[in-house]
């Protein structure tokens, strides 16, 4: 499929980490090297194993489908390509193996017919975000995947030589499309390039020039590839509460027709029930004192009068009786019965307090609120006071475990110092960044790989002085007064602008996360110290079809190797900038970041 997708570090969070436990893996040999070492990590990250025996594993990861690959699937195997791990990654939960194209490694090198084929996208989102698993998802790197999958050429811009144009929906209307319409390009909806991998084989487009259901937002959404079971805490969470408004909005609408046939029966048996009206003693006078005579009856004889004055007799009975039965439904749902606790999503009438009347005309003093809150708090506390102590210094112990580095000269006898007073060191002699370390001691201050990346990392970065007044005080001393960079009047060193220390900790403690947050960087070879410093500052490293915010590479390197001039040429072509690496260093160590123009790299 070209280069490896996306992955993402996320091994300090415990959500993450047990995706993969009990998974064994097996990664086929014509895996790149680079894609290789990726794909180990990722698995031991989720909590997987890789093997180096197929037949003790219960996945194969592999590019295309091998000889190896069909006698594995016929044990059963999971024969999955590296974008079935990338989701995994992403989506923070194990995805179905069979449930997307893209997770099947294709039959080979592109379908024969297809490989002269140049197509081209138009209309797809660069990603979407998954409001129930919190994660964004590409759309438009996948239907690129797709597109190569195929053996054919994919190209971001139209030309006349183009052979087709995929596009979300028939709907869609971009220059592209006006373009390819005017040249007489096909424009295609993009399921046909998952019917032509399925099958293995090129399809007429004519079927899929129609509306077709199929929507690559949830063709690639989480939702469609991770089982119920499987998915992620927050968004078990997030359906279930989904879920539960579902069927608290059948209630509601389910309440009113129950309550109307209820009324109904009530007012058929009310009717039933009650006594014929009798007339009143009034209206028998007026009755005897208004005794027929020819001249009335003459009125009463009128066609129009008599039923008129019978019709509105029972019109004002009917009026009644629908007074009486609003007046019974509304009291029925404002006032709850006393067993009964109010309906949720409708207010109950305040209930007049029974004091009111006796107390008409007194002013009582309006009681004191949170006194007895206070007291019952301070009777808590004092119940509380021995385990609470303990509880508390447990956790002080326990927050305040510190784990140290050291980097430059002129560290002898400070690793002593770090045992004696109970804290954790690492290997000095290493010169990589080690993420789980919480201080760095510099007594020299140089411009090196583990002081740029615990800068990003907001860690905290000391002088010597500060383990020396340590061991005098025989405990652990406070560390603002020692950190490099807690004096805005401090000059460079070193093309260092020193008080840049203090901004990245304070950006980190402020933000919540490091500065490179929401990077998709793509990394050429092995520019010296790229990698470690983008992860540190909670960047993400992404191949070259993975629409990339712009690439680092080491400009010797990129003369040298044939298969990353290529990368760099497509780079080029998307319309991607190519800098050296050193710009990323210096935009975290210089007093401005520098502008990338001044770093592109042109072969």
Same mark, same amino acid.
């Given at each position: 499929?070209?280069?490896?997708?996306?992955?993402?570090?996320?091994?300090?969070?415990?959500?993450?980490?047990?995706?993969?436990?009990?998974?064994?893996?097996?990664?086929?040999?014509?895996?790149?090297?680079?894609?290789?070492?990726?794909?180990?990590?990722?698995?031991?990250?989720?909590?997987?194993?890789?093997?180096?025996?197929?037949?003790?594993?219960?996945?194969?990861?592999?590019?295309?489908?091998?000889?190896?690959?069909?006698?594995?699937?016929?044990?059963?195997?999971?024969?999955?390509?590296?974008?079935?791990?990338?989701?995994?990654?992403?989506?923070?939960?194990?995805?179905?193996?069979?449930?997307?194209?893209?997770?099947?490694?294709?039959?080979?090198?592109?379908?024969?017919?297809?490989?002269?084929?140049?197509?081209?996208?138009?209309?797809?989102?660069?990603?979407?975000?998954?409001?129930?698993?919190?994660?964004?998802?590409?759309?438009?790197?996948?239907?690129?995947?797709?597109?190569?999958?195929?053996?054919?050429?994919?190209?971001?811009?139209?030309?006349?030589?183009?052979?087709?144009?995929?596009?979300?929906?028939?709907?869609?209307?971009?220059?592209?499309?006006?373009?390819?319409?005017?040249?007489?390009?096909?424009?295609?909806?993009?399921?046909?390039?998952?019917?032509?991998?399925?099958?293995?084989?090129?399809?007429?487009?004519?079927?899929?020039?129609?509306?077709?259901?199929?929507?690559?937002?949830?063709?690639?959404?989480?939702?469609?590839?991770?089982?119920?079971?499987?998915?992620?805490?927050?968004?078990?969470?997030?359906?279930?509460?989904?879920?539960?408004?579902?069927?608290?909005?059948?209630?509601?609408?389910?309440?009113?027709?129950?309550?109307?046939?209820?009324?109904?029966?009530?007012?058929?048996?009310? =009717? +039933?029930?009650?006594? /014929?009206? &009798?007339?009143?003693?009034?209206? @028998?006078? %007026? $009755?005897?004192? #208004?005794?027929? !005579? *020819?001249?009335?009856?003459?009125?009463?004889?009128?066609?129009?009068?008599?039923?008129?004055?019978?019709?509105? =007799? +029972?019109?004002?009975? /009917?009026? &009644?009786?629908?007074?009486?039965? @609003?007046? %019974? $439904?509304?009291? #029925?749902?404002? !006032? *709850?019965?006393?067993?009964?606790?109010?309906?949720?999503?409708?207010?109950?009438?305040?209930?007049?307090?029974?004091?009111?009347?006796?107390?008409?005309?007194?002013?009582?003093?309006?009681? @004191?609120?949170? $006194?007895?809150?206070?007291?019952?708090?301070?009777?808590?506390?004092?119940?509380?006071?021995?385990?609470?102590?303990?509880?508390?210094?447990?956790?002080?112990?326990?927050?305040?475990?510190?784990?140290?580095?050291?980097?430059?000269?002129?560290?002898?006898?400070?690793?002593?110092?770090?045992?004696?007073?109970?804290?954790?060191?690492?290997?000095?002699?290493?010169?990589?960044?080690?993420?789980?370390?919480?201080?760095?001691?510099?007594?020299?201050?140089?411009?090196?790989?583990?002081?740029?990346?615990?800068?990003?990392?907001?860690?905290?970065?000391?002088?010597?002085?500060?383990?020396?007044?340590?061991?005098?005080?025989?405990?652990?001393?406070?560390?603002?007064?020692?950190?490099?960079?807690?004096?805005?009047?401090?000059?460079?060193?070193?093309?260092?602008?020193?008080?840049?220390?203090?901004?990245?900790?304070?950006?980190?403690?402020?933000?919540?996360?490091?500065?490179?947050?929401?990077?998709?960087?793509?990394?050429?070879?092995?520019?010296?110290?790229?990698?470690?410093?983008?992860?540190?500052?909670?960047?993400?490293?992404?191949?070259?079809?993975?629409?990339?915010?712009?690439?680092?590479?080491?400009?010797?390197?990129?003369?040298?190797?044939?298969?990353?001039?290529?990368?760099?040429?497509?780079?080029?072509?998307?319309?991607?900038?190519?800098?050296?690496?050193?710009?990323?260093?210096?935009?975290?160590?210089?007093?401005?970041?520098?502008?990338?123009?001044?770093?592109?790299?042109?072969?």
């Amino acid at each position: 499929l070209g280069s490896a997708p996306v992955f993402v570090l996320m091994a300090q969070n415990e959500d993450f980490s047990p995706v993969l436990k009990g998974k064994v893996f097996f990664l086929d040999k014509e895996l790149p090297e680079t894609l290789v070492g990726d794909a180990v990590r990722n698995v031991e990250m989720l909590k997987g194993t890789v093997t180096e025996d197929p037949d003790e594993c219960d996945f194969i990861m592999a590019l295309t489908e091998t000889k190896q690959c069909k006698q594995l699937r016929k044990s059963n195997k999971h024969v999955i390509s590296p974008h079935w791990l990338d989701d995994c990654v992403t989506f923070a939960a194990l995805a179905k193996p069979q449930s997307n194209i893209l997770y099947r490694p294709p039959l080979g090198n592109g379908i024969p017919d297809m490989k002269k084929m140049m197509i081209s996208q138009s209309g797809f989102p660069n990603t979407l975000k998954d409001e129930d698993f919190e994660v964004e998802f590409m759309i438009r790197g996948k239907i690129k995947y797709l597109i190569k999958a195929t053996g054919a050429n994919y190209t971001n811009t139209l030309c006349k030589e183009n052979t087709h144009v995929v596009v979300p929906n028939m709907q869609t209307t971009s220059d592209k499309t006006k373009a390819a319409k005017g040249w007489g390009i096909p424009v295609v909806h993009w399921w046909w390039l998952v019917q032509c991998l399925t099958d293995w084989e090129a399809k007429p487009v004519d079927d899929f020039q129609t509306d077709i259901q199929e929507t690559a937002e949830e063709y690639f959404s989480p939702n469609a590839n991770v089982a119920p079971q499987d998915r992620p805490n927050r968004a078990k969470h997030a359906f279930a509460a989904k879920d539960g408004k579902k069927e608290e909005k059948k209630q509601e609408e389910a309440k009113p027709e129950e309550e109307e046939e209820e009324e109904v029966e009530e007012k058929k048996e009310k =009717k +039933k029930k009650e006594p /014929k009206p &009798k007339p009143k003693a009034k209206e @028998k006078e %007026s $009755k005897k004192r #208004k005794e027929p !005579t *020819p001249e009335n009856d003459e009125e009463d004889e009128e066609p129009e009068d008599k039923p008129s004055r019978k019709k509105g =007799k +029972k019109e004002k009975d /009917k009026d &009644k009786d629908t007074k009486d039965a @609003k007046k %019974s $439904k509304k009291d #029925k749902r404002s !006032t *709850p019965s006393p067993t009964e606790e109010p309906k949720a999503g409708r207010k109950s009438k305040p209930q007049p307090m029974q004091e009111d009347e006796e107390s008409e005309g007194e002013e009582k003093p309006a009681p @004191k609120k949170g $006194k007895k809150k206070r007291e019952k708090r301070a009777s808590t506390e004092d119940s509380e006071g021995e385990e609470g102590g303990e509880a508390e210094e447990s956790e002080k112990k326990r927050t305040d475990k510190k784990v140290f580095m050291f980097s430059g000269e002129n560290t002898k006898g400070l690793a002593s110092i770090v045992t004696s007073l109970g804290a954790r060191l690492i290997d000095s002699k290493k010169n990589e960044y080690d993420a789980s370390s919480t201080h760095l001691v510099v007594p020299t201050f140089k411009r090196t790989e583990k002081t740029l990346c615990a800068m990003v990392a907001g860690k905290w970065i000391l002088t010597a002085d500060y383990l020396k007044d340590s061991e005098n005080a025989g405990e652990f001393v406070p560390e603002g007064s020692y950190m490099w960079g807690s004096n805005p009047g401090e000059p460079a060193v070193n093309k260092f602008h020193i008080p840049n220390i203090q901004k990245w900790r304070t950006y980190r403690a402020e933000k919540g996360h490091g500065p490179f947050k929401g990077w998709n960087v793509c990394i050429l070879g092995t520019p010296p110290g790229a990698k470690a410093l983008l992860l540190a500052g909670d960047g993400t490293m992404c191949g070259v079809d993975d629409s990339p915010k712009f690439a680092l590479a080491s400009e010797d390197e990129l003369k040298k190797k044939k298969d990353l001039k290529q990368k760099y040429k497509q780079l080029l072509d998307d319309g991607v900038e190519v800098l050296k690496s050193v710009w990323l260093v210096d935009h975290v160590a210089l007093e401005k970041s520098p502008k990338k123009a001044d770093y592109q790299i042109t072969l």
